[in-house]
């Protein structure tokens, strides 16, 4: 749920929010105004937000965390693709279908980015030439870094961010191209 949306609903201004929660003002207007991500905060930032609104931390966050667990079971349904069908026949696949193009026409662009890295992956991995109608889409990158949910899950529950900064040191270079951490594509279940 929007949290402006909810201000309005409860009749709570973003001063009031702040005083009442113990969140700084700074924090609630970069929150309400759209600077900083509510699923980027901390645990305790959102639970005294939550707990001030009286909503839940889940229904507070649940659009973003959605939208991240739409591309969480991309990622492994593509993985789980590899794996099923192999690397040479992915890479077939790919490329004869046009997903990857579709995706980005219908600006799906982590889910276009991680196809791409995945097929310039397997083709490193294969000794394959990579193909050349995608090298406009290799320029780009996206905004942010998004690392694995689990992570993220992990980082946030030790207060401690070592877990991502490995993860970024050691992430396939594929896909750090375009921003997207991922170390581990072939050990799916």
């Known amino acids: 749920m929007d949290i402006n949306e909810l201000l309005k609903q409860k009749k709570i201004t973003k001063y009031r929010l702040s005083k009442s929660s113990g969140v700084p003002q700074a924090t609630v207007s970069d929150i309400c105004g759209g600077k900083t991500k509510i699923d980027k905060c901390s645990a305790d930032t959102i639970y005294k937000l939550a707990k001030t609104l009286d909503v839940t931390m889940e229904s507070l966050i649940g659009d973003a965390m959605e939208h991240r667990?739409?591309?969480e079971t991309f990622k492994?349904?593509?993985?789980?693709l590899v794996k099923n069908?192999?690397?040479i026949n992915f890479i077939i696949e790919m490329l004869e279908s046009n997903k990857i193009k579709s995706l980005h026409r219908i600006k799906r662009y982590p889910e276009c980015l991680y196809l791409l890295a995945m097929v310039d992956y397997l083709c490193r991995e294969n000794g394959l030439p990579v193909c050349t109608e995608y090298d406009d889409l290799r320029k780009t990158r996206l905004k942010k870094i998004i690392f694995p949910a689990s992570i993220v899950a992990a980082s946030a529950a030790k207060k401690n961010d070592k877990m991502m900064k490995d993860c970024l040191i050691n992430s396939i270079p594929e896909f750090i191209r375009f921003n997207i951490v991922e170390n581990e594509v072939r050990n799916v279940y």
Do not use: I, R
């Open 85 to 87: 069908m192999g690397d």
């Open 69 to 71: 667990a739409e591309f």
């Open 76 to 80: 492994s349904n593509v993985c789980h």
